[in-house]
Structures are given as structure tokens and as C-alpha cells.
């Protein structure tokens, strides 16, 4: 390990002056680091004298005495701000290098240690502050899910600082993170080179662990791209407002990776197991069972969707339910595309056991009064009863596939498109705004597809 102390540099001897310099050492080899302190040699040495283990002597009433004391050994006030002495700050430095130390990388940090330690400062706008106003934003509009989601994003990158590894710290000249404090960096921060760091610690231990004390496991590509999407976004609005010139995404920057988008649908042999499988009734198995097949036979309709409906969309005479998904209602307000399903019997069995007494929704999962936190929450839960429920059926089934409520509205499309029905037809069912976002929602599944017909060739 390395070592520092004061030292008075008067080789040069200027006048009787000399310069305070911090003198380290390490595997034997002395360097020394200039304070820019002069002092009179006779001075220095009177001063040493008053230094001790426990501080400066308390006979020293000199005001110039104490300042220096706090200049070299302790803390002292500069532009308002509290700084570490020199030789504190060489300690400071020493430490946190640790075996990776090298008399470069101590050189970098002992000049720039106050850009290093208090990057940003205390007013200054920086990148978690934005996400905090975004999120507040998002949640007086109601838009519960995508706050939530902006708020994971920040805190894994959050997590990600705390995480940093002395080397990757000093790398990136950036401070080090205590978790408890109030965590922020500034736009300028965020490099090319941090985003690629971010992206490897995502996939080694980026996936928080539920329990306590559990150990942190790799993230998926896909959680790293939306956790950089959204950060993506925050950087857009923050030179929206010219805080930053600094993007560090785009063309030969920083490429968001993207997932294979893999959608995993089930064959037409497994949708009829489920279709014809009967549960108990009254039970969550049944209710968890009517929903998946509710949903898949209604277009894929997603959950949120399911409980958002009201009993005005519903015609009677005709059986069918004509609505707007919650998501277009929010991302595109000007092309607010409805959709018509039609309801089979099996279907109108399943709304007649679970629709609503009273209120307006037409199921009895929402209630009047519900604000929008509490009715995402009510959604994740019945999301997550569903997912448990039908994949246990899945297992008495002895289907091999995972099933989720994700699942029903992929397997609406894909069967659909394996039934050469037309795009344009499953992108109106689906409610895309338009066939390219279709086009792109079935690409593993038009890939399935080419490989059938390339088997026609042997």
C-alpha cells in the first residue's frame, strides 16, 4: 500500500522560501505533488512543531497557523464549499485506488480531486432529478405503468454507481456513491464509455434480488435496452430544455442493444387442450382459465384492457365489445383506432360468471373511485394470479411452453398469420396504429414461416 506525508520541497530555495508538496511513496519509489503552498523554510519547520497525532497544538493562536493546519492535515473552506486537506486528500485517493494504485492514476485524481469527489453539485440539474420531474409527470397523467418503469430504470442505474468497482470509478472520473446519500450525476457524466459499463454490469448481476440478503443475478438484454430507452428518453428532454449538448447515443455512439424479440406462441394443438380444459368452478383456477381464454378469443386483448371495460361497450344485440386500447388512448390521440370483437358463446359464458354487478366496468375486478395507482396495482395482481394459475393447467395439460397472459395475444396473432390471414386484418384485431409496427410485433413468426417454405425445396 502506498503512503503520503508532508514534506517541504527547498530545492530551489527561493529567497528561504520552499514548496509544500505531498511526497508519496510506494514500492519504494518517492514522487512528489505540489500543493502551491510557499512558505519560509524556518516557518515550515517552527510550524511542524506545533503538528502532532492528535492535531494542531492548541497554544497555536495564530490565525495563518490554523488555516494552514486545515489547508494540509484537515478541512478547510474554499468558494463555500468544504474541501479535504492535502494530505487527507492523498489518503483519500491512496485508499480508494487500492492495489490498483499507479502514480498516474494518483496524479489524475490528486489534480482534479474536487472535480472527481463533488462532480455535481448540491443546485445542480442533473439526470435524477429529471427522471424524478418525468416520473411525477407521468404519474399526474395516469400513466402508472410507465412511471414505474422510469423509476426501475433510475434506480438500477443508481445501483450500477454504488456497484462501481474502484477501477471503473477512476475510469470514468466519477465520485464514489453511498447508497443512503441522495445520488446524482450530471448529463455530461454519462459517456459512451459509461453506458457500455452500465450494459456489462446489467448482464453480470444487473437483476435485483427479491430477498435481502440474496445475490444479484444477470439481467436480461432485454431489461438492459428498456432500462437505456427510457434513460434515452430522459437525455431528448433534458436537451429539449438545452441543459445538455452531451448525447451520447446514435450513429458510431452508443447503440441500444435490442432482443431477438423472440414471441414465444403456442401451436394450434395446445390452444385446443386449454379451450376444452375444464377447471372447478368458483375457483382461481377457473377465473385465471376464463381470462387467458377471454383474452385470446378477443383478439388478444390484454388485461388491462379486459378491466378497463365498461358496459357501454358492450352490444348486447350484436355480442360484441367495441372499444380503444388504453395504450393507443395515451401514445396516439390522433389516430384513436377502435376495435371490434366478437363474442362467441363461450366467451359470453365466461362475461356472464365474472361481469359486474354494479358500476360501470363491465368485469368485477375495478371499481369506481379506484385511482390510478390502485388500478394498475389490482391489474399486476390479477396479471399475476392468472400467470400462476395457467401455467399449473399448462403443467397438468403437459404443455411444454410457458403460458402467460402475454402468451394469448401471441397466439392470437401468430395463429392467425399461420392461417394466411392478411396483415392489415391482424394488425386492425391487434389495434396497431399501423402495419409496420405489425409487421415488426410477427417478425419471428414470418421467420418461422420462410423456413416452412424453404423446406418445399428438398
Known sequence: MATSKIYLDSRRNMDGFGIIKILVIHNRIQRMYSTGVKIKEDDFKKFQTYVTEDGLSGKVKNEELIYLHKLLYGKSIFNNIEQEGYLLRSKTIISELGNDFTFEKFKYRFDNFESVKKRTASNEIGVFLYFDNYIRTLKKEERIGSALAYQSAANSIKRFLVDMTKHTRYELNLPVFNISANIEISFDDISVAFLEEYEKWMLKCGKKSQTKDGINTPASITSVGVNLRHLRSIFNVAKEDKITSNYPFGKKLYQIPASNNTKKALSKSDIQKILSFQADSNTMEKRSHDLWVFSYLGN???????????????????????FVREKTKRTNKRNQKSIKVYLDSQQLDILERWKSKSGSYLFEFLQIGMDATKIKSTITQLIQVTNKHIRNIGKKLEIQDDITTYTARHSFATI???????????????????????????????????????????
Do not use: W
Request: proline fraction near 2%.
Open 416 to 458: 392467425l398469420l399461420r392461417s394466411e390471414a392478411p396483415i392489415a386484418f391482424i394488425s386492425k384485431s391487434l389495434g396497431h396504429a399501423s402495419l409496420q409496427t405489425t409487421e415488426s410485433y410477427l417478425g419471428s413468426f414470418e421467420e418461422e414461416k420462410v423456413k416452412e417454405y424453404l423446406k418445399a425445396l428438398r
Open 300 to 322: 388478444g386483448m390484454n388485461f388491462a384492457d379486459i378491466c378497463l371495460l365498461r358496459k357501454v361497450d358492450f352490444d348486447k344485440k350484436e355480442k360484441s365489445l367495441t
